[in-house]
């Protein structure tokens, strides 16, 4: 069996630490190392019976037929120590996450939060290989275009997601992809085409509204603020600012997904 057959049951495992608090994940744990090799299945699941929601229960017999099926020779005592090595990972990530919110607009006395073209640009600043942008508008926003060129120059993968005029249904008047000027041309330009938007009874379609940048699939900034002027300096925006953990891979995989299943287009 290859490595990558066993990636279903480690996710499985990984998943299962993490959802349980690590008092009962302990007590689990603990009633796994009581049984004796070679049992077959069913006294496992007795040692499940910790788990307080009947659908961890489902799903902590699911994963004894996972484990049991790519490990056979294992036994409980491994999956045991398999899960507190999950738990102990999802810890550590955890640990080394770090989130900041991020303001734009009137603050009061004292208020010391990130603003948002500040984090906007650090993100931009801090990609090496691979910088997403993702925004409903965009214009007059010329110091984040000279950090872009800057990007480029570091040879970093750009890979925008626009909303577009000739694709937004009359919503929009203007293509976001003209605020990047010569960088329309070079990098990865994304729109969501017209007919793959769902549309309500009324026949209305929907908006690609989503605001976020991922640098790396390491920093993740998520805000209400388009990629405009108004957005980045006086308008009031709110975002947050995720450093490690897994929510920046997550998000940049998401949009590379909607890439591969074409719900989204390239421009080019």
């Known amino acids: 069996m290859s ?19 690590h008092d009962v994940l302990e007590r689990v744990c603990a009633g796994l190392e009581r049984l004796e090799l070679g049992e077959d299945a069913s006294p496992w699941h007795s040692a499940m019976a910790e ?3 009947p659908e961890l229960r489902i799903r902590a017999a699911d994963l004894v037929a996972q484990f049991n099926a790519a490990a056979p020779s294992a036994g409980p005592r491994s999956l045991a120590w ?9 810890r550590a990530e955890r640990a080394r996450r770090t989130l900041e919110l991020v303001w734009t607009g009137p603050a009061p006395d004292g208020c010391v939060l990130r603003r948002t ?4 640009l650090e993100v931009i600043g801090k990609a090496r290989r691979k910088l997403l942008v993702v925004s409903y508008a965009a214009y007059d926003v010329a110091q984040v275009r000279e950090a872009l060129l800057a990007a ?11 909303e577009s005029k000739e694709q937004s249904g009359g919503k929009v008047t203007f293509d976001a992809a003209l605020a990047l000027g010569p960088l329309s041309e070079r990098a990865a330009v994304y729109v969501w085409p017209l007919d793959r938007r769902p549309r309500d009874p009324q026949g209305r379609v929907g908006a690609l509204h989503a605001k976020c940048a991922v640098a790396d699939d390491d920093v993740l900034f998520v805000s209400s603020a388009n990629l405009t002027g108004y957005a980045l300096t006086l308008n009031m925006e709110l975002g947050v600012l995720v450093t490690g953990g897994e929510l920046p891979g997550r998000v940049s995989r998401h949009f590379t997904d909607l890439i591969a299943e074409r719900v989204l287009e390239d421009i080019r």
């Open 3 to 21: 490595a990558r057959d066993h990636e279903p049951v480690v996710d499985a495992i990984a998943a299962f630490a993490a959802d349980v608090p």
């Open 51 to 53: 788990l307080p929601q």
């Open 82 to 90: 398999a899960l507190r090595s999950a738990e102990a990972a999802d």
């Open 117 to 120: 073209d500040q984090a906007l």
């Open 152 to 162: 480029e120059a570091r040879h970093v993968e750009i890979i925008f997601v626009m």
